[in-house]
């Protein structure tokens, strides 16, 4: 995938050759960032991309910013007709105030296939009845086990 700095910033990177996903970077030319409980905000990654034809790029949290820094990624789909800078929207869903610096690590990015499909308006669904059925959430826990604060 070709990318294009367009802020000083270093270049996105895998954790590991077999990381999935390519992380995301504060650019060197931005103050510290306070996220207070409950914020958002969004942080330009100073990074354009050329998403390839047939693909979007799609967001995720990073496992040690979700769980040590309570961070969470929104708007999390790259399009492949965006040519802008890509921006990270970041929400705090902890009780603390969170500090981002220059530099941090913060969300994570999977360039991933997408079947442009036409929706179809039909009278009714055939599909072969399942298990689950309509069931929503929770409809598969096993509620015996569940307990409750």
């Given at each position: 995938m070709k990318v294009q700095?367009?802020?000083?910033?270093?270049?996105?990177?895998?954790?590991?050759p077999k990381s999935a996903g390519l992380d995301f970077y504060v650019p060197d030319d931005h103050a510290d960032y306070c996220i207070s409980p409950r914020q958002s905000v969004v942080i330009p990654s100073g990074i354009r991309v050329e998403v390839p034809e047939g693909y979007a790029l799609i967001a995720f949290n990073k496992s040690g910013i979700a769980v040590k820094k309570h961070l969470y990624v929104g708007?999390?789909?790259?399009?492949?007709?965006?040519?802008?800078?890509?921006?990270?929207?970041?929400?705090?869903?902890?009780?603390?105030?969170?500090?981002?610096?220059?530099?941090?690590?913060?969300?994570?990015?999977?360039?991933?296939?997408?079947?442009?499909?036409?929706?179809?308006?039909?009278?009714?669904?055939?599909?072969?009845?399942?298990?689950?059925?309509?069931?929503?959430?929770?409809?598969?826990?096993?509620?015996?086990?569940?307990?409750?604060?």
């Open positions: 700095r367009v802020r000083k910033v270093k270049l996105p990177t895998r954790g590991t708007a999390c789909v790259i399009d492949e007709d965006y040519q802008g800078e890509i921006h990270i929207h970041l929400t705090n869903v902890g009780s603390t105030y969170v500090y981002i610096h220059p530099g941090d690590k913060i969300a994570q990015f999977i360039l991933l296939p997408v079947l442009y499909s036409q929706v179809e308006e039909v009278d009714e669904l055939h599909k072969v009845p399942t298990e689950r059925g309509t069931g929503a959430f929770g409809s598969t826990d096993n509620k015996d086990n569940l307990k409750y604060c």
